[in-house]
């Protein structure tokens, strides 16, 4: 019996050390979230619930991902890496990083958008660019006028919220 039954595929190693690590993320937050104090109040949901949550979700990814290290189809070679995408992404990271302080939430992380959308295959800055502003404008009133957690604030943070 050659060559029946059998693939000759073996098992992926970077997926036991992508499980290895997100079991231990997940391990490290489900012992921190038992340090949180629990004041969960009459809500019964408190400070140390979503990282307990995150870190079960974590302990899941562990085991899809170990699963998929045996099971999965594992090519001799792997495609070959694009390098466009990746530097889009990283201009945009970059742009964010650098325009953060001085013009606020909304202009650098719309900017980041479009660089993201870019490096996706979107390669319209005319629609890009406003959806990214819109959304991030709409972040950053969500964070700063509902629940009270202070963003950088640039031009357009205080022509609408004021200073």
Same mark, same amino acid.
């Given at each position: 019996?050659?060559?029946?039954?059998?693939?000759?595929? +073996?098992?992926?190693? *970077?997926?036991? $050390? #992508? *499980?290895?690590?997100?079991?231990? !993320?997940?391990?490290?937050?489900?012992?921190?979230?038992? +340090? #949180?104090?629990?004041?969960? &109040?009459?809500?019964?949901? =408190?400070?140390?619930? $979503?990282?307990?949550? $995150? =870190?079960?979700?974590?302990?899941?990814l562990a085991v899809w991902t170990l699963v998929a =290290?045996?099971? =999965?189809?594992?090519?001799?070679?792997?495609?070959?890496?694009?390098? *466009?995408?990746? !530097?889009?992404?990283?201009?945009?990271l970059g742009l964010q990083l650098v325009l953060l302080?001085?013009?606020?939430?909304?202009?650098?992380?719309?900017?980041?958008?479009?660089?993201? *959308?870019?490096?996706?295959?979107? +390669?319209?800055?005319?629609?890009?660019?406003?959806?990214?502003?819109?959304?991030?404008?709409? $972040?950053y009133a969500v964070f700063d006028r509902i629940l009270?957690?202070?963003?950088?604030?640039?031009?357009?943070?205080? !022509?609408?919220? &004021?200073?």
């Amino acid at each position: 019996m050659t060559g029946h039954g059998q693939s000759g595929r +073996r098992p992926d190693g *970077a997926a036991f $050390v #992508i *499980a290895v690590l997100l079991a231990g !993320l997940g391990g490290l937050l489900l012992w921190e979230s038992g +340090r #949180i104090p629990n004041n969960a &109040g009459y809500a019964g949901v =408190g400070p140390g619930d $979503v990282p307990w949550l $995150v =870190g079960l979700g974590l302990l899941g990814l562990a085991v899809w991902t170990l699963v998929a =290290g045996f099971s =999965g189809p594992v090519t001799d070679t792997p495609p070959p890496q694009q390098k *466009a995408p990746v !530097l889009w992404i990283l201009a945009g990271l970059g742009l964010q990083l650098v325009l953060l302080k001085p013009l606020g939430f909304t202009i650098a992380c719309g900017l980041l958008f479009a660089c993201t *959308a870019t490096a996706f295959g979107k +390669r319209n800055p005319m629609l890009t660019v406003p959806v990214g502003l819109v959304f991030a404008f709409c $972040v950053y009133a969500v964070f700063d006028r509902i629940l009270q957690l202070k963003l950088p604030a640039g031009p357009v943070e205080m !022509l609408f919220f &004021g200073g």
